[in-house]
């Protein structure tokens, strides 16, 4: 309704956006996202995200690439598109990186993601070093 009297409404639009993320409406969300020129560009992750829900994984991982930066939030939806796109030994990379500069409560998870991403890697017979975690 908001959007609807004030159709540039910033926080209005990124508002709806969020919520329908957060519904699981992926599909909605990538619309509405794509519809606004505007702050579309303020939106590169939750776009990426969308693709990665609706598994568009090289439509996800070409518009994270487009970031300017990474944030840990980025590069935790890197690690997946990577892992999911059966690119392990890069989904080990950037893991490993996450880990080493990453101090919250998720540790535990970005670890045992790392070993499954290690062990399809291994079984794929790339090549990837030694893995370290902490």
């Known amino acids: 309704k908001i959007l609807q009297q004030a159709p540039g409404d910033k926080d209005a639009f990124q508002c709806k956006a969020l919520s329908l993320l957060q519904l699981g409406k992926f599909r909605e969300a990538l619309k509405t996202i794509e519809s606004s020129s505007k702050y579309s560009s303020d939106m590169i992750l939750e776009r990426a995200y969308c693709y990665y829900r609706l598994q568009e994984l090289p439509k ?24 999911r796109s059966e690119m392990y030994r890069q989904s080990l990379g950037v893991y490993q990186e996450l880990i080493r500069n990453c101090q919250d409560d998720y540790t535990e998870e ?18 990837i070093g030694v893995v370290e975690s902490r």
């Open 60 to 83: 996800a991982l070409e518009t994270l690439q487009s970031l300017k930066t990474r944030d840990n939030a980025a590069n935790e939806l890197l690690a997946q598109i990577y892992y």
């Open 110 to 127: 970005r670890e045992a993601n790392l070993m499954a991403a290690s062990a399809l890697a291994a079984v794929n017979n790339e090549d």
